[in-house]
């Protein structure tokens, strides 16, 4: 398939299924916003954390994967876990057990098990016990977390538990002699054991479990089918895998370090505007495409939101691994030291006014914007129009992003703008007043872009593409962007 007819799926998706995808939802997952790598990566996201990849997010996406259509991936605070599962404001949490005694457990339903969790008791030198019932003293805990083994001793005091909020926070206060012991998961031992290797586990383990799903009553999601999906990827040994890799340090995944331009806009990259704080992303299609391309390669991903002007250097430094908006027009010098992908769709630019003005649909030609000024993005290239700003006979005015540029528009401080074909699919569809000349400029196939110092390989990358693209999860990407 080339691009450009891609392109016009795409296009057409958005129309055909603008409304329905949005009315018909997902099956959404939570995560308890305690846990930390390798069990779950996260996008820090000025404090409003994203999960990106870990062991319960795999275990999570084979599921929902498995089961087929929508779904998502949230985190929540454990304190509202049972009235998040209660009142079905997600549906299921796959890293549980009916063993943790949650207050909730009679009010969900639970799955078959996943695989089997247990604990280690970690210090700095060696254990001196030989078995859970001799532990004594101070235990370094997460806030809420159930330890089965050791609970009615908690309880009655015998031992005394020294909460953190998380896992990080408890290593802290261990190995800064705030306690002299901590608990950890066997598989978070391994991690933090190659990160920290003064650790000594225990010669024992404690509190095996079987992990399980644990399912709100209220959802649309049966226990029976998602018992039978966890019997599927029980065959095909998804689970076993998965934890097989999150058991060695060698194994375990990486995470691969993905540039967002801060400059772009909706439908590309969605930022909070609710928040207080500034740089809070909620989402968009290149923010998509990377969690997709994510689970697709096994790895997380940890984004760096930087100017367009800083993300090539970047790159090509290897500072930063990947870049999905990119092409070789725009890199320029830099484009010999990046690998390219396969195009993911082609990109043409618009010049945008307003229906008001009439000059704006006899612009038919490049000739025809001689001695006009127009709005343009901070270091963006546009390479057609790049020699009338050099000769002056075209007035370039940047702002910091597209959708900056069409509030210049609206009142009227820029005559014109200039719009890639996405961005004015979107902000047409918020303000009927815009029109585009008929006059198409600089097309190009907009691909990703790994840098030649990173270890991350371009076939993998073209192969996630393709199955974004077979999958029909590529057109689901863009669908909803133009909504939001």
Known sequence: MDSRRFFLILVFLVVCQGHSTEAAGGIKFGFNSSNAPPLLFQFENQNTPIPTGGLIYEVSVAIGEELGGDYSIVRIPRKRI????????????????????HPFADGALWSKPLFTHTNVLVGLTTVPFVS?????????????????????????????????????????????????????SDIEYTYFKSLYPSLQRSTFALDKTDIQCSLSKKSRLTLSRLNRAIDRLHEKQVFSKIVKRYSDPETTPKPVSYGLNSNDSPPFIHFDKTSEVDGTVRGGVFFDIALEIGKRIQRPISFVLLPRGRLDARLASGQIELVCYDTEAWAGQYAQQ??????????????????????????????????????????????????????????REDA?????????????????????????????????????????????????????????????????????????????IFAPSYRH
């Open 132 to 184: 859970p019932d001799q532990i004594k003293g101070t235990i370094g805990t997460v806030e809420n977390y159930v330890y089965a083994d050791l609970e009615d001793r908690f309880k009655s005091k015998e031992l005394q538990r020294s909460d953190s909020p998380t896992i990080e926070v408890s290593i802290k206060k261990l190995l800064t002699g705030r306690v002299p012991y901590i608990l950890l």
């Open 82 to 101: 049972a009235t998040n599962i209660i009142n079905n404001k997600i549906d299921l949490i796959c890293h549980n057990s009916v063993r943790w005694r």
């Open 338 to 395: 990046y690998h390219w992908s396969t195009p993911i769709f082609r990109q043409s630019d618009f010049i945008v006014g307003h229906q008001a003005d009439p000059k704006v649909a006899k612009i038919r030609t490049l000739e025809d914007l001689k001695g006009k000024r127009i709005g343009a993005v901070l270091n963006f290239v546009y390479p057609a129009l790049t020699p009338y700003f050099e000769d002056k006979s075209l007035e």
């Open 400 to 476: 910091g992003s597209g959708a900056a540029n069409v509030e210049k528009l609206s009142v009227k401080r820029v005559p014109l703008i200039l719009l890639n074909s996405l961005e004015y699919s979107y902000y047409k569809s918020k303000d009927s007043r815009l029109q585009k000349a008929p006059l198409e400029i600089d097309p190009v196939d907009v691909k990703c872009a790994v840098s030649k110092k990173s270890t991350l390989k371009i076939e993998e990358i073209n192969l996630a593409i393709q199955d974004l693209v077979k999958t029909g999860r590529m057109q689901k």
